[in-house]
């Protein structure tokens, strides 16, 4: 009796870890309906031109943005933790794609779109398997300075690549300044009619956002698009259009390829995971936050991962957290994970039922929306900002857009990484430090920094250092150095050096065989090396012999407060010293 009883208690805690939205469905709330239908129905009226139109941008068949449309949906809305975000496409996912492939796929379709379907399984079998490892934190890897200049990138350079197709003349393509230059020598060249049906469904499309936010402007514009096509008989004029969409459901091909070619496709998907996880992380947590609950990044991984496995079975291409989709759903009041299902069913009976109106959408018409989706991309705001707060990360965020447009997306990617390191080794490797003095006052009593408390009593013979930040291979060095510095600048001879070592977290071999020299060096000197509040934690990464070694070579110079330091430091020449209380590697 007592195993009936439990057990499905078992199964709601299971399907609650590894099923969240699953387990959050069993408790749906029957007045939510009215509110998940209209939000579902909108994000559909979303979704589906821009899958439509992202397929362009990906180089892909119209279909197969439908596909990446749809698939994903279903899937996250029984994996993810998020009640309001929708996946599907995304610009700067999309632009990667085509970065990555185009190259390999040395300009064969059915080549390119083998390759795709690889890469959008590997994509989500990485997301998996970080998910799993529990890898949520990789989000933090870019800073936001680095992000906003990279989607700056990706948005100018998606931009550039539909001006022809807006304009209405020949592309060769090429790299950013290159279509740039060929926008300029080629308006002598522009097809009228595009010309006048993009810039007209380009300020339709303007003026519905602004004017009407709540209605599906893309939706609009992509009616209007093919209206105008059909009544006034553009596509005889050499306005292009989509041209055939097959319906039904895709059919799942899988190619082998040489292993240097997986090799290559290995690292475009993690660059596409690394980039994609941190855009639909932030666009998660900005509406759980409004919505005021929760969001688990790891969760979120497994969930990203199941939605492009299925999407590259379903022959789409990688997808993540769409903001603008999400918004929609927000705005509309959606409450819970049916309005993924409702948006993609929604969608497959268009792909099943209603596929030949969306032959005569025009080209110009989809790259307005395109171009006003990647606008959106661009903050402007962000760089005033950090104009205005640090002109050091505004710089990084500028070079980080100037990669992304004249080294390409996934170099630029690339690039965004090494940056971050370079910004973390660099705060890592030169912290900020500090010589401490006693202060006393109401709310300042104990042992502060004299730069700020220049009041500060300190001890003659004594130096009390604080180094705030951890003590690895790359930043030891900078510890030694500034300690000399602040003997050297001391007014009396030091004695004893005490290093406050709360802000240390973690200590590596290097540093502490290097901080073992140093201790050897300075007491050569007549000069006793102490620390206080050193954490019991730091042993943990070395074998308890070798620390218990090294806390006899360094004898009773460990004290659990700066305070018991200074009172030794005090009673040096009595003959009792206080015991070691901390252990040191």
Known sequence: MSDRSENPGGVRHLIRRCAPGLEALSRYQHAWLPDDLAAGLSVAAI????????????????????????????????????????????????????????????????????????????????????????????????????????????????????????????????AFEAKVLEFGSSIALFHFPTLMLGLGLLVLLLLLRRFAPKLPAALFVVVAGIVAVLVLGLEEMGVEVLGEVPAGLPTFHFAIFDRETYRELLGDAAALMLISFTSGILTAKSFARRNRYDIDANQEMIAF???????????????????????????????SQLVGFVAAGTMLIILFFLTGPLAHVPQAGLAAVIMVSAAGLIDIASLRELFAISRRELLLSLVTTLGVLFLGALKGVFLAVILTFLWLLRVGSWPHDAILGRTKGTGVRGFHSLQDYPQGTTYPGLLIYRFDSDLLFYNIDYFRQRVREAMAAAETPVE??????????????????????????LAAQGVVLAYARMKQSLNRFFVSAWVTEQRHAMGPRDFPTVGAAVKAFRNRNKAATPSSTAPQA
């Open 47 to 174: 979704a589906l031109p821009v899958g439509i139109a992202y397929a362009e941008l990906a180089g892909v068949p119209t279909v197969v943005g439908m596909y990446s449309a749809i698939f994903p949906l279903l899937v996250y809305a029984l994996f993810g933790s998020s009640r309001q975000l929708m996946v599907g496409p995304d610009a700067a996912t999309c632009i990667m794609v085509a970065a990555s492939l185009g190259a390999l796929a040395g300009g064969d379709p059915e080549k390119y779109l083998a390759m795709m379907v690889v890469l959008t399984l590997m994509t989500g079998t990485l997301y998996v398997v970080a998910g799993i490892a529990r890898l949520g934190f990789i989000a933090n890897f870019l800073s936001q300075p680095v992000l906003i200049g990279f989607l700056n990138g990706i948005a100018l350079l998606i931009i550039a690549g539909q001006l022809s197709k807006l304009f209405g003349y020949a592309s060769e393509g090429g």
């Open 305 to 335: 991962g199941a939605a492009n496995v299925v999407t590259g079975l379903a022959q789409g291409f990688p997808v993540t957290g769409a903001d603008s989709r999400t918004a929609v759903n927000d705005a509309m009041g959606g409450k």
């Open 496 to 521: 004893w050096i005490v290093v406050d070592a709360s802000p240390i977290n973690v200590l590596d071999l290097t540093a502490a065989q290097k901080i073992r020299e140093f201790r050897e060096d």
